[in-house]
């Protein structure tokens, strides 16, 4: 197959596209690192359990997809809650290793939990109406409707995030506990509330992208979670672990070259390329792109 430049634009337009479901994923493992340091693992698994108690919640009572939107993120935001309390809230601040653990057994568990539920087969999830169905010429490439409808609400999202982090209370408090917790104490603030709003705000932005993805592929299954999981990691790690300009920049730029390297290489060897990409960075700027150099003693 010869691939033309047309192809390989195009191919890299769909990418970045689609590649604002990562960025979100992306900005709320940066959310929570910022917060306490600490990665989440169990963020993606709770993403999409939250897409996934949506639909069943929207069709046990016949509501339409608008509401699914909106029953998604919100439970996403509540089984965040549920995850800090659980992996989090009762673990010392020091143990980073036990943390990390706890989020992993709780990917697994939500996971499981998932596979159960479904007998593990994917589910139909509703498309995005009259966005599914739009597609626009400009000149020789082509832009998929529900692939704008995902990168508008995305940016929505995350520019929501970033004037909620530097225009509110809640963003003060958040980033004081984040730079000096002992200091924010002593302020009045409480870590722990903030904490979990803060875990509360990443599960909203984990809902809405598991939501995005499944309706953008128009089915929602438990073999989501996992390259959610990888993609939003490599993000955040991309793009500077704490920078949430960087997870964004990042994402859009993973979903491109996702998209490239599947054009040029194949579904079976996208993912290699992806993770060399990754390599690349950790040796050659292990910090990310917008990532605070870290000194070691």
Do not use: W
Not at 151 to 162: F, Y
Not at 254 to 283: Q, T
């Amino acid at each position: 197959m010869v691939i033309t430049s047309v192809d390989v634009i195009q191919s890299i337009i769909d990418g970045i596209l689609y590649g604002s479901i990562y960025a979100l994923i992306g900005v709320g493992f940066t959310l929570i690192f910022g917060a306490m340091q600490k990665l989440n693992m169990a963020y993606a698994a709770s993403s999409i359990a939250g897409a996934y108690c949506g639909l069943g919640i929207s069709a046990v009572l016949s509501l339409n997809l608008l509401v699914t939107f909106f029953l998604g993120p919100l439970v996403g935001g509540l089984i965040g809650i549920l995850v800090y309390l659980v992996c989090f809230r009762f673990i010392p601040s020091r143990e980073h290793l036990g943390s990390l653990m706890a989020s992993i057994g709780a990917l697994f568990l939500i996971d499981e939990i998932i596979v159960h539920e479904t007998d593990g087969s994917p589910l139909n999830f509703p498309e995005l109406g009259i966005f599914s169905e739009a597609y626009f010429l400009v000149g020789e490439f082509g832009f998929r409707g529900d692939l704008i409808f995902v990168l508008i609400v995305s940016l929505l999202a995350m520019t929501s995030i970033i004037l909620m982090l530097y225009r509110t209370k809640y963003g003060l408090a958040a980033r004081a506990v984040s730079q000096q917790m002992n200091a924010a104490i002593l302020c009045g603030i409480n870590p722990h509330k903030v904490n979990a709003s803060t875990f509360f705000l990443a599960g909203v932005l984990g809902g809405l992208a598991g939501c995005l993805a499944a309706a953008a592929v128009g089915v929602i299954s438990p073999l989501l979670i996992l390259p959610l999981t990888i993609k939003g990691l490599i993000a955040t790690v991309i793009g500077g672990l704490g920078s949430i300009k960087g997870a964004i920049i990042a994402g859009l730029l993973l979903g491109g070259f996702e998209s490239l390297f599947l054009l040029v290489r194949g579904v079976n060897e996208r993912d290699i390329y992806v993770f060399l990409l990754l390599f690349l960075f950790l040796v050659f700027k292990p910090n990310g792109m917008f990532g605070s150099i870290i000194d070691r003693d």
